[in-house]
């Protein structure tokens, strides 16, 4: 009897829901990019983790180069006047490695950002971008754009 209370108590703490819909950047070769944030009021001269998802629909293997999240995309955070500042540090050497993403396959990854001192307060649009090996060429990704707001940081 125990075993089944505690199986119905499994049954009824799962959910059936569907899972949040997921916004994507535009389609390239099959590939598509997707960023999402937990939190989209953010304070100046802090930083927070975005979370990037690459989805490879094509038939095609792609290859990822990396060399860390904080370089491998580029983070662009542009307010309604068209002001923008390139969030991440372009990496110039070359890539550190890289992976192949087959057919139907996805990577998720932790992308690091900051959000510096010199962007004012005020509501803001956040993309990403990255780029990927197809066939000997490359590539560029594009995200789905993502509204945030900034705040004044406290000074000292």
């Not at 690459?54 to 095609?60: A, G, L, M, R």
């Not at 792609?62 to 904080?70: A, M």
């Not at 050497?93 to 950002?113: D, F, H, M, N, Q």
């Not at 307060?121 to 590539?139: M, W």
Request: net charge positive; with cysteine; glycine share 10%.
């Amino acid at each position: 009897m125990c075993i089944f209370a505690f199986g119905g108590n499994l049954c009824s703490a799962q959910s059936n829901a569907p899972p949040p819909s997921i916004e994507w950047g535009r389609n390239e070769r099959g590939v598509r990019l997707s960023i999402t944030m937990t939190n989209r009021v953010v304070i100046s001269r802090s930083s927070t983790v975005l979370t990037a998802l690459i989805t490879n629909s094509s038939t095609n293997n792609i290859v990822l180069f990396w060399s860390s999240p904080e370089t491998d995309f580029y983070l662009s955070l542009t307010n309604n006047a068209g002001k923008s500042y390139l969030l991440t540090p372009h990496f110039i050497e070359g890539s550190t490695g890289r992976e192949t993403i087959y057919p139907a396959g996805r990577k998720a990854e932790a992308v690091p950002v900051t959000f510096g001192s010199e962007i004012q307060p005020g509501d803001y649009t956040l993309k990403a971008s990255r780029d990927f090996g197809l066939g000997g060429g490359i590539f560029r990704l594009e995200s789905n754009p993502v509204k945030v707001q900034i705040e004044k940081g406290v000074t000292n």
